[in-house]
Nanobody, 124 residues
Framework: EVQLVESGGGSVQAGGSLRLSCATSGLFFSSYCMAWFRQTPGKEREWVSTIEVSPIGSTATSADSVNGRFTISADSAKNTLYLAMSSLTPEDTAMYYC???????????????WGQGTQVTVSS
């Protein structure tokens, strides 16, 4: 059974940084794509970043809104996914979700496994 458990959320002032973690079990990073999504009340869940890990390296992609500020990474030895966030703005305030799927991680419609979420609040 695949399980995803996020941590690391909190409150930070604009311009600050946070690192989210997602502890995983029941999967191997080389067999799944891993991703982060976020959602604010009343809005659809939004894709943030995806990483695909292979024996020769990893490939990461990010939404334009976070490109250059957020960095996704994966530690296979620790079975943990990370999202390092910097230069945070109030617009980054959201519930952040860890996600995994065998085939596609860039759309809410395709992702099969979700964590419970961790709240990030950025104040101005």
């Amino acid at each position: 059974e695949v399980q995803l458990v996020e941590s690391g959320g909190g409150s930070v002032q604009a311009g600050g940084s946070l690192r989210l973690s997602c502890a995983t079990s029941g999967l191997f990073f080389s067999s799944y794509c891993m991703a982060w999504f976020r959602q604010t009340p009343g809005k659809e869940r939004e894709w943030v970043s995806t990483i695909e890990v292979s024996p020769i390296g990893s490939t990461a992609t990010s939404a334009d809104s976070v490109n250059g500020r957020f960095t996704i990474s994966a530690d296979s030895a620790k079975n943990t996914l990370y999202l390092a966030m910097s230069s945070l703005t109030p617009e980054d305030t959201a519930m952040y979700y860890c996600a995994a799927d065998r085939w596609s991680c860039n759309s809410v419609s395709y992702v099969k496994y979700w964590g419970q979420g961790t709240q990030v609040t950025v104040s101005s």
